[in-house]
């Protein structure tokens, strides 16, 4: 048997490459997916070839992640639950496919996750995977399948001669260019503030620099093309603004969220340049659009979350949906300021070629003004529905 493994290093996918070593003997070939994760992933190579990889795959897709992925997120405003800024969910479809393509190069017969029955990451893989490979390879998860605890795949890889990696951490982590995840520990009491040590990407907003930061940021058809007038590439624009704005204390973001299955989960959550970019895209939006095509804006973005989120990047809901996003962004053109200080952030101005505010027509003291007539034409008809229902149910109150 030839098994592909979708491998991150951490202790499920290692379980799982000993037991399809050992316990099946079968050929194992491991790949790491480089979506942005802040670890040594040569490293993790070398774990890989250690349990017993007889060849592995580390494949660089940060900029398409970026580009493919979260900047269709930006377009969408994807705040999954108005929180959460899908950076797991929006990864695991993209690392699918690259974990199918390997798989069908290399003639698999079963491509492994180490996804377990409780979680997201179980549907979102194995229903993306399932759209990419040929009908013959099968998919299968023996974390899920063999019901294997945390405890129990300690013990598995200890009776094979392995001390994990990282077993002694102290929380769960997940994180990639768009976020960083952290679970378990006290964090799975939700009435337990963090601690410090939970946090890697965000100062804490009492220690951060008691100067504020404002930020510019350039968009252009919807999407973020300069920070502060420096053009960069889509993964290392998402990059520098985590860095800079993370120092700043904002980011962090804690609530119980809406798990695929149902169930409800306590998330923590580190993730400035997500939050950052979403506001201000946002924000230039209602410079934009008119105020109908917000309100169905509004609706398209939660549709779209929520898809993703659920695991449906293959819908082709997703898709129609994103005809109509790309449309109204096509005017989402220029620059929006940003002023970030103790872990707050506001947006403190915004201007674009396409903007629909005129000050000539707004300003109270100098700009266009109705007169009576036309003001009282406009009250009337504005409100003549309302006053006629409200007429006609009073009668028939009384």
Same mark, same amino acid.
């Given at each position: 048997?030839?098994?592909?493994?979708?491998?991150?290093?951490?202790?499920?996918?290692?379980?799982?490459?000993?037991?399809?070593?050992?316990?099946?003997?079968?050929?194992?070939?491991?790949?790491?997916?480089?979506?942005?994760?802040?670890?040594?992933?040569?490293?993790?190579?070398?774990?890989?070839?250690?349990?017993?990889?007889?060849?592995?795959?580390?494949?660089?897709?940060?900029?398409?992640?970026?580009?493919?992925?979260?900047?269709?997120?930006?377009?969408?405003?994807?705040?999954?639950?108005?929180?959460?800024?899908?950076?797991?969910?929006?990864?695991?479809?993209?690392?699918?496919?690259?974990?199918? &393509? =390997?798989?069908? %190069? !290399? +003639?698999?017969? #079963?491509?492994?996750? @180490?996804?377990?029955?409780?979680?997201?990451?179980? $549907?979102?893989?194995?229903?993306?995977?399932?759209?990419?490979?040929?009908?013959?390879?099968?998919?299968?998860?023996?974390?899920?399948?063999?019901?294997?605890?945390?405890?129990?795949?300690?013990?598995?890889?200890?009776?094979?001669?392995?001390?994990?990696?990282?077993?002694?951490?102290?929380?769960?982590?997940?994180?990639?260019?768009?976020?960083?995840?952290?679970?378990?520990?006290?964090?799975?009491?939700?009435?337990?503030?963090?601690?410090?040590?939970?946090?890697?990407?965000?100062?804490?907003?009492?220690?951060?620099?008691?100067?504020?930061?404002?930020? &510019? =940021?350039?968009? %252009? !058809? +919807?999407?973020? #093309?300069?920070?502060? @007038?420096?053009?960069?590439?889509?993964?290392?624009? $998402?990059?520098?603004?985590?860095?800079?704005?993370?120092?700043?204390?904002?980011?962090?973001?804690?609530?119980?969220?809406?798990?695929?299955?149902?169930?409800?989960?306590?998330?923590?959550?580190?993730?400035?340049?997500?939050?950052?970019?979403?506001?201000?895209?946002?924000?230039?939006?209602?410079?934009?659009?008119?105020?109908?095509?917000?309100?169905?804006?509004?609706?398209?973005?939660?549709?779209?979350?929520?898809?993703?989120?659920?695991?449906?990047?293959?819908?082709?809901?997703?898709?129609?949906?994103?005809?109509?996003?790309?449309?109204?962004?096509?005017? =989402?053109?220029?620059?929006?300021?940003?002023? #970030?200080?103790?872990? @707050?952030?506001?947006?403190?101005?915004?201007?674009?070629?396409?903007?629909?505010?005129?000050?000539?027509?707004?300003?109270?003291?100098?700009?266009?003004?109705?007169?009576?007539?036309?003001?009282?034409?406009?009250?009337?008809?504005?409100?003549?529905?309302?006053?006629?229902?409200?007429?006609?149910?009073?009668?028939?109150?009384?």
């Amino acid at each position: 048997m030839k098994a592909v493994v979708a491998f991150s290093g951490g202790l499920d996918t290692s379980t799982i490459v000993v037991l399809l070593r050992k316990k099946y003997e079968a050929e194992v070939i491991t790949v790491t997916v480089d979506v942005g994760q802040e670890e040594d992933l040569l490293g993790v190579e070398e774990w890989a070839y250690k349990l017993g990889a007889n060849k592995h795959y580390l494949i660089d897709s940060k900029e398409e992640f970026a580009e493919e992925y979260i900047f269709r997120a930006i377009k969408a405003n994807a705040l999954y639950e108005g929180k959460y800024p899908l950076g797991s969910a929006l990864a695991r479809p993209l690392i699918a496919k690259k974990v199918a &393509e =390997v798989a069908i %190069k !290399e +003639g698999a017969d #079963v491509v492994a996750h @180490g996804c377990t029955s409780k979680g997201n990451d179980q $549907v979102r893989f194995d229903l993306t995977l399932r759209a990419y490979l040929k009908p013959d390879i099968k998919v299968i998860a023996p974390i899920r399948e063999l019901g294997l605890s945390r405890a129990k795949s300690l013990e598995i890889l200890k009776q094979y001669g392995f001390e994990p990696r990282g077993a002694h951490k102290k929380y769960s982590i997940d994180e990639n260019l768009w976020s960083r995840s952290i679970e378990g520990g006290e964090l799975d009491n939700p009435l337990i503030e963090p601690t410090e040590e939970a946090f890697s990407w965000t100062t804490s907003p009492e220690s951060a620099p008691d100067k504020p930061l404002y930020v &510019e =940021v350039e968009f %252009k !058809e +919807g999407v973020p #093309v300069a920070v502060n @007038g420096d053009r960069l590439s889509p993964a290392s624009l $998402v990059m520098k603004l985590n860095k800079l704005i993370g120092l700043q204390g904002f980011g962090r973001i804690d609530f119980i969220e809406s798990r695929v299955v149902g169930l409800k989960s306590r998330e923590v959550y580190e993730a400035p340049a997500a939050l950052a970019l979403i506001e201000s895209h946002k924000d230039l939006e209602r410079m934009v659009l008119t105020p109908r095509e917000l309100r169905l804006k509004n609706h398209l973005d939660e549709l779209w979350a929520d898809l993703v989120y659920q695991g449906l990047w293959i819908d082709p809901l997703r898709e129609h949906i994103e005809v109509a996003i790309n449309s109204m962004n096509k005017n =989402v053109t220029g620059v929006v300021k940003l002023k #970030v200080y103790k872990g @707050g952030l506001r947006v403190v101005g915004r201007d674009s070629p396409y903007s629909l505010y005129s000050q000539h027509v707004i300003d109270y003291d100098k700009g266009w003004y109705p007169s009576d007539c036309e003001a009282r034409g406009f009250i009337t008809i504005h409100g003549l529905y309302a006053l006629t229902a409200q007429s006609v149910r009073s009668r028939r109150g009384s």
